[in-house]
């Protein structure tokens, strides 16, 4: 009773789960199953930033994602999912997707991608946003090197993604230049106005973001406005960095003058809910306060801007957005470290005597391990069968998959409803969902084998613009020999 | 809940006052004794032994009942001598008592009940201090709650937060962002079934003001400001609807930032221009917005005269003050404190600002104003403070010990090129650091104190005080 008097009607911040996009980049694994839905040490990708807004104390969730994910979802949470269904072939941007729920959104929302998989105290994050007032707080980490090897990939990674080049100040907590190398041409252009405001400026290349973002209100009415913007984090984050430091946000205002400027669709004071007077309260008590960001030149705290983007860079921690295969591959190694609470082996999973589990390994619910069976540093999805004399090494296979006896699978991703059969020997593959390797059969470094029946050679493979359908024809052909 | 509860800051130190009376006649008679060649007799040292022992026993139940919940109980009679001082004892704020377990624990009980996190001490303290809570910045308060704060309203949340990492400060800055913030909880408050506005919001209000305690504890400003609003909220009458109710307290708070700080600050500035000269060298300490504005105000008004800009580590406040006042357009000199008694003899004036002004004329302002205006004694140049009548406050203290702020402790940590000697200085365990926020002036280093009242002496306070009480 008492509880229910203390709550409040009045909310801060609403949380908003991204679980729509493709997967584009890991499409050997997303074109069965969709992201959200991919097995991370046995749990959906979608339960890990689920859990982290759980944990800290949200009650409701807004997860905009398609049909399709929303029939096979079911998570486990006591939290409130409000489950916002987008056309799948629609192809809608971040930032479309936001705009299509903005009737829902009342106050400031923290917007999360579904495939954050972080232990970061997020009120770092949110503090930032607390107590500058910001328009814009967003979580950033050092990048981790990535030391598994992955299916189908010769030698190591190339840094083929463009780098993202982020500019704060000497804090480190004022986001002050956001560009990704994409966008460049061949030099870095900084305005002359950031540099004046701000002369140091410390540049950062090897940072991950997190996508994870706390926006005001008025950012979210703004898009409603501006149809042009589609991405959050393309256009939409760069665009408020930038507009920090654009000359109409932070020029004198008198009252005639934002009257003006409002009329405009431009984003300019970002003004809540709370009425013009009351703004003027809190600009005063700023005022009488003797507190800057700053030092060094004549101007006030915050150098009078209104727009105030805030970077909370992650030194030590896990943090990982599981969009390439890689990072999945990472993902599945480190988080269940961090995250699983329960035991590792579940209770429901019949494990033969003479079989050896090592101790980093997970096991599914209702799994059946033969035995002479040893399985080290992998996971095993739910109601999967393992046969007698398999040894599974650093490999991921996902639910009710079949692996009969002698097999030798290492370092591979084996799908949903795959069957191994006997005596096949893995190493760095992909097979694909619901696939079928034959008997003795031996598959090497070759890259995915999706979407073919090695015997068979029933190439269904050409999924058209399949990464490695190269590697998938050299692949047949080791295999047929 | 206990009625008594709450931010009342009016402990009397009266009781160890009267002690001190009774061992200092005392000692009268024995020094008197002794003048006079009379040796003491056996049965007069043991007397004077029993008394002793005596009055030790009776200060041990003073905080005895002190700490209790039920505050009234009067000292037990001892002996015919202690009949005297049978009197009341009035409880010690919680927030300077955190050596004592008793207490803490009764506060962690208090904001488990009003679920608030207790926010813990960090680092070891110097020994004299150790009944002051230090606190680090790095842990906030919010770390301990849930993300979306459901239990406090959003905008004390903020606020708390803006006070804890120092984006709000100076007791002015303070109180009207507090009010601020009041008039947004007023704004989204509703009133339960069953309930009346007048009581329930106050009650609302208690878990809010124990949060931002907790955060940062609350100025002489805020605490008045508190009270004032809760007076204002008891006395909302119960026929007239919500939404004029609401409507009334937001004017309320309105009209008392205008009275008490706007206009406040435009009649000190007016009784400040007549005490600035041409040719004046004002010193001035520190970062006081009400001595920014009078300066700024009498410049404009085409007095002719320079600033001495004192300033002293950790908190630089100095800097603020030095580039408000120069993109006025005065002209200024930059010192840091070390370096005052060498500025002295230039100047003809200092303007200090105060946090507040106690019950016994002494002025509680940043640390370090006590010595400027020692220094200042010692050169005869008159100290001026400046302070507005609604920081005036009925508690009493002679020393900057009893009743302070201990601020975190790691802004005394310099870097410098890359290297930070400090940096483990909780491994050294016979190394304490101490960042005291403020300090106590007495009144007879203070010349005049500009209240929005008029131009007053120091102990004219009380004075204010009971003409105020008696209005209210």
């Known amino acids: 009773m008492l ?24 499409m050997d694994l997303t074109y069965s199953m969709p992201k959200p839905l991919l097995p991370v040490g046995n749990k ?44 799948e072939d629609a192809d809608m941007g971040t930032a479309n997707a936001l705009r299509h729920i903005q009737q829902k959104i009342k106050t400031d929302i923290l917007v999360v991608s579904c495939d954050l998989i972080t232990d970061v105290a997020l009120h770092e994050v949110v503090d930032l946003f607390r107590a500058h007032d910001a328009t814009l707080s967003m979580l950033m980490s050092k990048t981790h090197e990535f030391t598994e090897t992955v299916p189908g990939q010769k030698g190591k990674k190339k840094t083929g993604e463009q780098r993202d080049f982020v500019g704060v100040d000497s804090s480190g907590k004022r986001l002050l230049f956001m ?48 149809k042009s913007i589609t991405s959050i984090r393309g256009e939409l984050i760069p665009y408020l960095v930038r507009k920090q430091f654009s000359a109409s946000t932070n020029s004198q205002k008198t009252k005639d003058d934002s009257e003006k400027n409002q009329k405009k669709t431009d984003l300019k004071t970002p003004d809540i809910h709370i009425s013009s007077k009351d703004e003027d309260l809190l600009d005063l008590a700023r005022e009488k306060s003797c507190w800057n960001d700053h030092r060094g030149d004549m101007s006030d705290a915050y150098h009078g801007g209104k727009l105030r983007c805030y970077v909370h860079i992650m030194e030590d921690g896990m943090c990982y957005r599981v969009n390439t295969l890689a990072a999945y591959i990472e993902a599945n190694r480190l988080a269940p470290k961090v995250f699983s609470e329960e035991f590792p082996i579940h209770p429901t999973a019949e494990i033969s005597e003479q079989s050896m589990v090592g101790a980093d390994s997970i096991i599914g619910a209702a799994c059946h391990v033969s035995e002479k069976s040893s399985i080290k540093r992998s996971t095993i999805g739910a109601s999967s069968c393992i046969k007698e004399k398999v040894k599974i090494t650093n490999s991921i296979i996902m639910n009710g998959v079949t692996i009969e006896e002698g097999c030798n699978i290492q370092g591979s991703v084996i799908c949903n409803q795959a069957v191994i059969s006997r005596g096949a020997d893995i190493k760095y593959c992909l097979v694909g969902s619901g696939q079928c390797i034959e008997a003795e059969g031996s598959c090497f470094t070759m890259g995915p084998l999706i979407n073919c029946n090695i015997p068979f050679l029933l190439s269904v493979a050409g999924c058209p613009g399949e990464a490695g359908s190269y590697q998938l024809h050299k692949a047949l052909e080791a295999a047929v020999n | 809940m206990a009625g008594t509860e709450g931010i009342t800051q009016q402990e009397l130190n009266n009781s160890t006052g009267e002690t001190r009376d009774e061992t200092d006649s005392r000692k009268n008679d024995y020094l008197q004794s002794k003048v006079e060649g009379k040796a003491l007799s056996k049965e007069e040292k043991l007397k004077l032994r029993k008394e002793k022992k005596q009055q030790k026993k009776n200060k041990k139940d003073d905080k005895g009942p002190a700490k209790e919940e039920k505050a009234k109980k009067p000292v037990p009679v001892m002996d015919g001598q202690q009949a005297q001082q049978q009197r009341v004892v009035k409880r010690l704020p919680e927030h300077i008592q955190a050596d004592d377990p008793a207490v803490l624990k009764k506060v962690a009980k208090k904001l488990e009940r009003q679920q608030i996190p207790l926010r813990s001490d960090y680092g070891s303290k110097v020994s004299l201090f150790s009944h002051l809570h230090q606190y680090s910045r790095k842990a906030p308060l919010t770390q301990q709650m849930s993300i979306p704060s459901t239990v406090i309203h959003p905008s004390i949340v903020h606020l708390g937060l803006q006070y804890s990492q120092g984006i709000i400060a100076g007791s002015n800055s303070r109180c009207i962002a507090l009010l601020h913030a009041f008039k947004q909880v007023i704004r989204d408050y509703a009133t339960p079934r069953n309930e009346e506005l007048s009581r329930d919001l106050v009650n609302k209000l208690k878990p809010y003001i124990s949060f931002l305690n907790q955060c940062r504890p609350l100025s002489a400003s805020m605490g008045n400001a508190i009270k004032y609003i ?23 708070i309105d009209k008392y930032i205008e009275e008490k700080i706007h206009l406040a600050a435009k009649a000190i500035s007016k009784s400040a221009f007549e005490k600035i000269s041409d040719g004046d060298v004002i010193l001035v300490y520190g970062c006081s917005s009400l001595v920014n504005y009078i300066l700024c105000d009498a410049f404009e008004r085409g007095r002719k005269f320079r600033v001495i800009v004192v300033d002293s580590r950790p908190r630089l406040e100095g800097r603020e003050t030095l580039r408000r006042l120069v993109k006025k357009g005065l002209s ?38 006590s010595q400027i205006a020692l220094v200042a004694k010692a050169y005869n140049v008159p100290v001026l403070v400046c302070c507005e009548t609604y920081k005036f406050c009925e508690r009493v203290q002679t020393d900057s010990f009893v009743s302070n702020e201990l601020d975190d402790p790691d802004d005394l940590i310099v870097t410098r090129k890359g290297k930070t000697e400090l940096q483990n200085w909780q491994d050294i365990p016979s190394l304490r650091l101490l960042n005291l926020v403020y300090d106590v002036t007495p009144p007879d280093f203070v010349d005049l104190v500009i209240t929005d009242l008029g131009m007053i002496p120091c102990t004219s306070v009380p004075v204010v005080l009971r003409v105020k009480n008696v209005d209210q």
């Open chain 1, 3 to 26: 509880l229910l008097i203390l709550m409040l009607s009045v909310m801060e911040l609403q949380a908003v789960v991204m679980a729509a996009g493709g997967g584009s980049r890991m």
């Open chain 1, 44 to 87: 959906p990708l979608i339960w890990y930033p689920l859990n982290l807004l759980e944990k800290i104390g949200f009650e409701e969730v807004i997860v905009i994602t398609t049909k399709e994910v929303h029939k096979q979802m079911n998570i486990d949470t006591k939290m409130k999912l409000e489950m916002v269904c987008i056309q």
């Open chain 1, 179 to 226: 560009a990704n190398e994409a966008d460049l041409d061949e030099e870095l252009v900084i305005k002359k106005s950031i540099m004046r405001k701000h002369p140091r400026m410390h540049i950062k290349t090897g940072l991950v973001d997190a996508h994870l973002y706390c926006l005001k209100k008025s950012v979210v009415d703004f898009l409603a406005d501006n």
């Open chain 2, 230 to 252: 809760k007076k204002e909220i008891s006395n909302v009458s119960s026929n007239i609807k919500e939404e004029e109710a609401k409507t009334t307290l937001q004017n309320c």
């Open chain 2, 332 to 369: 200024c000199t930059y010192v840091l404190i070390t370096a005052v008694s060498y500025m002295l003899p230039e100047v003809s004036k200092v303007f200090l600002g105060a946090h507040a002004l106690l019950a016994n004329g002494y002025v509680m302002s940043r640390v370090g104003a």
